[in-house]
């Protein structure tokens, strides 16, 4: 019996570097893949906080995405911050968000040579890890952002992270996620 559905290729992590125009289309690709292959998002969870330089990001994307694709469902804006201290209140505010598709976007502290990087992953996110937080797992797939380097003093380190290096980060990612969401 012929199958007529065309065979998935398993999708595999991405780290992309996030300076240069190169990245941003590798970036694009590689999320319209994992839309092709995986269904196109149909909600957007920002986590993170606008009171730490480092966890910002996610609310900056998604303050970014909220004006560009106003079609999209999205959660945790600067205005409007979804972060350890309400993630369990949002959830119960929108029972309906974990049974959609959900791409679910944070910062992460890594290693030195990530630091400025993304991941795009197939999967869902767990938030807080980075800094020992026990927070349910988020998203059918995410976005990771890389802000700083990890393993000691995190809250600190969070707190001391570039601001221009997460701004730079956030629209590479709205950028990205616009172009790819985009017919």
């Not at 590798?26 to 999320?31: H, K, M, N, Q, S």
Request: hydrophobic residues 40%; proline residues 7%; neutral net charge.
């Amino acid at each position: 019996m012929a199958d007529t559905e065309p065979m998935k290729v398993p999708f595999s992590d991405h780290r992309i570097a996030t300076k240069g125009q190169s990245t941003v289309d590798e970036a694009v690709r590689t999320l319209r893949s994992l839309w092709r292959q995986h269904g196109v998002p149909e909600a957007l969870l920002c986590i993170g906080t606008d009171r730490s330089t480092g966890d910002a990001l996610g609310p900056l994307v998604g303050t970014e995405i909220e004006t560009q694709l106003p079609r999209l469902k999205v959660l945790g804006t600067l205005n409007h911050p979804v972060h350890a201290g309400n993630l369990e209140d949002v959830l119960r505010n929108y029972p309906d968000l974990t049974q959609k598709r959900l791409l679910a976007v944070d910062a992460s502290l890594g290693r030195l040579q990530d630091v400025g990087t993304l991941l795009i992953r197939l999967g869902p996110l767990r938030p807080g890890s980075g800094v020992n937080k026990q927070l349910p797992p988020l998203g059918h797939y995410h976005i990771t952002g890389t802000v700083n380097v990890g393993g000691f003093m995190e809250y600190f380190v969070l707190q001391n992270t570039r601001l221009a290096l997460v701004m730079q980060m956030a629209s590479f990612i709205s950028l990205a996620l616009a172009a790819s969401l985009n017919p």
